[in-house]
């Protein structure tokens, strides 16, 4: 974030009840223009209500939202026209065939875009006429992001963008997402996949149990969290490693052992040199900053789902 | 183009596309019109079997198209998450009813103005019919259907909904007047199907165009209550996804 530009999206104390659930709990966190923010967490953490709140789709309970500076719940026809929303399945006639539903799109956001530019820009330009229940599940994404588009959003809010899209679909949808940032839109992505929002995000707001309990850039959720990471042979000796090397590893998985310590170069020698005096091979090796998956299991608890 | 009328062809375009719906909407009421005027098997009571049926067809489409069509259609779009997108589009919520509604009534034009026409042709006589009473009775029927329609379709899900709706219209269909006489039924059912808006909508129908219903104050009645009733139902139980 600019220290000059206003978030184009500000949640603050946000509450949503369904009933007698508290979906979200008092949450808090800003995305800005230019940025792309990613909004993570387990199952019914609360994002997607989130989300839905600042659409204008839902109503909260408590708290304030501004979007583009405007209350989604008064003004939501006048945000609509400013942004752009890619549900996380469906939103689309089964019938409906794609050039005639991204020209629906663009006709609804009257933004003078063309339609048949924008089924070229998300690559489905060879299944113009397909019906949506024909597409695969990585079209019906590309095509879910092309309605997105027809808005020229000022903010885009992607849940599950690449869901179940293949290799070179997701290069397509990253380009776009990231040429959206650029363009000066703020793009709030919903992701379960912590690979993509390493790749894309500038920012990661984190929910559990309805509230956030993260937010920042990825340097700063990973500050005082290095880690020497590394594969060799399973069940190592791990007390004489520690007498060896002077710190604990833990073993978390079949042959993967991590060490929670700076990648300092001495420590590395001597983790290298005891693998090689014991006979052991080392077939992976990583040192650094925690990965974001190891940030968000430590900060949910080691809650492994995420969707 | 406004986003009205945007999202209006597109609902009809839906519709002609949709074979299922144009077998209901269309196809079952002219064959019903035309078999059952041709081969005089049911006990209508008339000399002529159509100048029974035509009115009761009549109805029969302002229901396959208003709660049926419109039903299911919507069903399925909930539960595919079309509404909830289109919601939050510039044309809002508003809008997007303002238009399913309004693609109900162009559906409704083109089936009267096929099956009006057949009707003759196959020598539907009506006896000075009050064609402006008639529309009246229509766009209550209309907003009595599409209630039912839509509070089904706000809350059962996409099949169960499919199912529900096919259910009601075979029995509002044989219950409700359009094509076996009140007179017909068993008491008991006789009373329930005067106070269902199929058989008061036949029952109008047929006193404004041809001065033969069984009971058309109360018919009437019957029919205002429920395009008060269903619509203001679905606009309390609907929900958008």
Request: aromatic residues 6%.
């Amino acid at each position: 974030m600019t220290a000059a530009s206003s978030p184009a999206v500000e949640v603050s104390g946000l509450t949503v009840r369904y009933g007698d659930l508290v979906a979200v709990n008092d949450a808090s966190f800003a995305a800005a223009a230019g940025e792309i923010t990613a909004v993570l967490g387990p199952n019914g953490a609360g994002k997607t209500s989130t989300i839905e709140v600042c659409e204008g789709y839902r109503r909260a309970a408590a708290g304030t939202v501004r979007v583009l500076g405007l209350d989604p719940a008064t003004h939501q026809r006048r945000l609509g026209e400013r942004i752009g929303v890619m549900l996380q399945e469906g939103g689309v006639y089964p019938s409906a065939r794609v050039l005639d539903t991204v020209r629906h799109y663009c006709a609804l956001y009257g933004k003078g875009l063309d339609a048949a530019t924008l089924v070229d820009e998300v690559g489905l330009t060879a299944r113009s006429t397909a019906t949506w229940r024909r597409l695969s599940g990585g079209e019906q994404q590309r095509l879910s992001l092309a309605l997105a588009l027809a808005s020229k959003p000022e903010v885009a809010f992607l849940d599950e963008p690449t869901s179940g899209v293949d290799v070179n679909g997701r290069d397509t949808i990253r380009r776009i997402v990231r040429d959206l940032a650029a363009e000066g839109c703020a793009v709030v992505l919903a992701t379960h996949e912590l690979d993509e929002a390493e790749r894309l995000a500038d920012r990661v707001v984190i929910f559990d149990g309805g509230q956030v309990i993260a937010d920042g850039t990825l340097a700063e959720l990973r500050t005082g969290h290095d880690e020497i990471r590394f594969r060799s042979d399973p069940n190592l000796d791990l007390p004489a490693l520690a007498l060896s090397i002077g710190m604990v590893a833990s073993q978390v998985g079949t042959d993967e052992y991590v060490i929670d310590a700076p990648p300092h170069p001495r420590l590395m020698a001597q983790l290298t040199a005891w693998l090689a005096e014991q006979g052991h091979p080392l077939t992976d090796l990583r040192a650094g900053a925690q990965r974001l998956e190891d940030v968000f299991r430590r900060l949910t608890s080691g809650k492994d789902d995420t969707a | 183009m406004s986003r009205f009328l945007t999202q209006l062809r597109t609902e009809l375009q839906l519709t002609l596309r949709n074979g299922e719906q144009l077998l209901l909407t269309l196809g079952i009421p002219v064959l019903l019109l035309v078999f059952f005027s041709l081969v005089d098997v049911l006990p209508t009571g008339t000399a002529d079997p159509v100048d029974f049926l035509a009115p009761g067809v009549l109805a029969l489409a302002v229901m396959s198209t208003a709660m049926v069509s419109l039903g299911i259609g919507t069903g399925f779009e909930r539960s595919y998450h079309v509404l909830k997108r289109l919601a939050v589009t510039p044309l809002g919520r508003p809008r997007l009813v303002g238009a399913k509604i309004a693609g109900v009534a162009a559906v409704e034009l083109v089936q009267f103005a096929i099956l009006v026409p057949v009707a003759y042709a196959l020598g539907w006589s009506p006896s000075s019919p009050n064609w402006a009473l008639a529309t009246a009775a229509v766009l209550l029927g209309t907003l009595s259907f599409a209630g039912i329609g839509l509070t089904m379709a706000g809350r059962l899900r996409g099949e169960i909904n499919l199912a529900a709706q096919n259910g009601l219209y075979l029995v509002l269909l044989l219950l409700g007047g359009m094509v076996i006489p009140f007179a017909k039924l068993p008491g008991g059912i006789r009373a329930v199907a005067h106070a269902l808006p199929s058989g008061a909508l036949a029952d109008v129908l047929r006193d404004t165009l041809g001065g033969n219903g069984t009971q058309p104050g109360a018919s009437w009645i019957v029919l205002a209550i429920w395009a008060v009733v269903t619509p203001a139902l679905a606009a309390a139980l609907f929900r958008w996804d």
